[in-house]
T-cell receptor, first 110, second 113 residues
């Protein structure tokens, strides 16, 4: 069983609020990823990290930011939430080829 | 660049039917190929993988063979169950490109009793 955790599972928040989606893994993986999953199910990479103090933007432009101060922790922050940010956010980690996913955070901005 | 194309869904089948979900890829080098499954309300989990040409990955009755000549990795199952209803993602990874995963768009599978 994968040891990667996302909190919260569900979040409803008002426009303009600052939010942080948490992602932690206990497997010691160097690589971590954030994906946005749209209603059509397609995955869009928004951020990734190959180790501590390393972060990169992914293929999909995002107004979010990430940090990687510790190997096990890769939080995603939205400074000012907007309805267009409503989506499912999936965190993943990997050591080599296989990626392990958290259960996701379903974010609704009203 | 590298890409993965999989058949559009939803795919709707009756229980015990034969399943095929097509996946083709474009990549330079020698990618490893994967099928992931996402059950409702969950994250993705690895279903099976193949790391070189002619390898067959298998798990839970599902199979896929890495065909380099046709650049394909089609997912098959002989007799589907209602519990197989999920979204299936084909993906590739290039070991020589920092293990970046390239995803297909996902195929939703609906199995009716």
């Amino acid at each position: 069983e994968a040891d990667i955790y996302q909190t919260p599972r569900y979040l409803v928040i008002g426009t303009g609020k600052k939010i942080t989606l948490e992602c932690s893994q206990t497997m010691g993986h160097d690589k971590m990823y954030w994906y946005q999953q749209d209603p059509g199910m397609e995955l869009h990479l928004i951020h990734y990290s190959y180790g501590v103090n390393s972060t990169e933007k992914g293929d999909l432009s995002s107004e979010s930011t990430v940090s990687r101060i510790r190997t096990e922790h890769f939080p995603l922050t939205l400074e000012s939430a907007r309805p267009s940010h409503t989506s499912q956010y999936l965190c993943a980690s990997s050591a080599s080829a296989e990626a392990f996913f958290g259960q996701g955070t379903r974010l609704t901005v009203v | 660049g590298d890409s993965v194309t999989q058949m559009e869904g939803p795919v709707t089948l009756s229980e015990e039917a034969f399943l095929t979900i097509n996946c083709t890829y474009t990549a330079t080098g020698y990618p490893s190929l994967f099928w992931y499954v996402q059950y409702p309300g969950e994250g993705l989990q690895l279903l099976l993988k193949a790391t070189k040409a002619d390898d067959k990955g298998s798990n839970k009755g599902f199979e896929a063979t890495y065909r380099k000549e046709t650049t394909s990795f089609h997912l098959e199952k002989g007799s589907v169950q209602v519990s197989d209803s999920a979204v299936y993602f084909c993906a590739l990874i290039r070991m020589d490109s920092n293990y970046q995963l390239i995803w297909g768009a996902g195929t939703k599978l609906i199995i009716k009793p």
